[in-house]
């Protein structure tokens, strides 16, 4: 699937490349660290298709599912794409709300976090990713985690 989704984006990129030599070097300047964790799992086109699986083991999901009630699914899908493309060290900051912000109000505890934490280790895994690979994201989802439970910060942080 992967396959088949990075095919269709690099097809259409190089055929707005052709059209538009600009924007193709525009492209390039913003191209993702090779090394990078979003570069080795496959860019943007595997992380949204991560994503869009994710949403759906969330809303199917009891334990979790009641608080994105009143949340518009759409934009909430779009950020979760943009978050973790950025944290995983893809080209695009993310200029959305700070993790502690963005989760204060929720009252969250370990097991919403695992709960969620679980989708998308499910997710990723049922879309083939490498099981190191698989383990190197969800390090970088752990780190956010006293960030979304909102755990007082140690003493000397910042
Ligand atoms: C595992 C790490 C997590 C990451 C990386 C993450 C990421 C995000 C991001 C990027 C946003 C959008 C922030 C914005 O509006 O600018 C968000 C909002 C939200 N997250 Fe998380 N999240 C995590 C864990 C959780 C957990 C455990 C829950 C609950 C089970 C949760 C529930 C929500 C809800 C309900 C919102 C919408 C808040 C609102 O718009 O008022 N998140 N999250």
């Known amino acids: 699937m992967f396959k088949t989704i990075l095919a269709v ?7 707005a490349a052709l059209l538009n030599p600009l ?26 298709a991560t994503v869009d699986l994710f949403y759906t083991k969330v809303l199917a999901d009891d334990r979790v599912n009641y608080l994105f009630e009143d949340i518009n699914m759409n934009a ?28 204060r109000d929720l009252d969250l505890t370990e097991e919403h976090f695992g709960a969620i934490a679980g989708h ?3 997710s990723l895994k ?4 490498d099981d190191k690979l698989i383990g190197e994201i969800m390090a970088v989802v ?11 910060k140690a003493a000397g942080a910042e």
């Not at 390039?28 to 090394?35: G, N, S, T, W």
């Not at 049922?126 to 990713?129: A, G």
């Not at 752990?142 to 007082?152: E, F, I, R």
């Open 9 to 15: 984006t690099l097809l259409t990129a190089s055929f």
């Open 23 to 48: 924007a193709a070097s525009a492209e390039e300047v913003k191209k993702a660290d090779p090394e990078s964790i979003f570069a080795r799992v496959g860019g943007q086109a595997a992380i949204d």
């Open 76 to 103: 909430q899908i779009r950020k979760q794409k943009e978050f973790i493309g950025a944290a995983l060290g893809g080209p695009v900051a993310w200029e959305g709300r700070d993790m502690r912000r963005a989760h």
């Open 120 to 122: 998308l280790a499910a």
């Open 126 to 129: 049922e879309l083939k990713v």
């Open 142 to 152: 752990a780190s956010t985690k006293d960030d979304v439970l909102n755990k007082p």
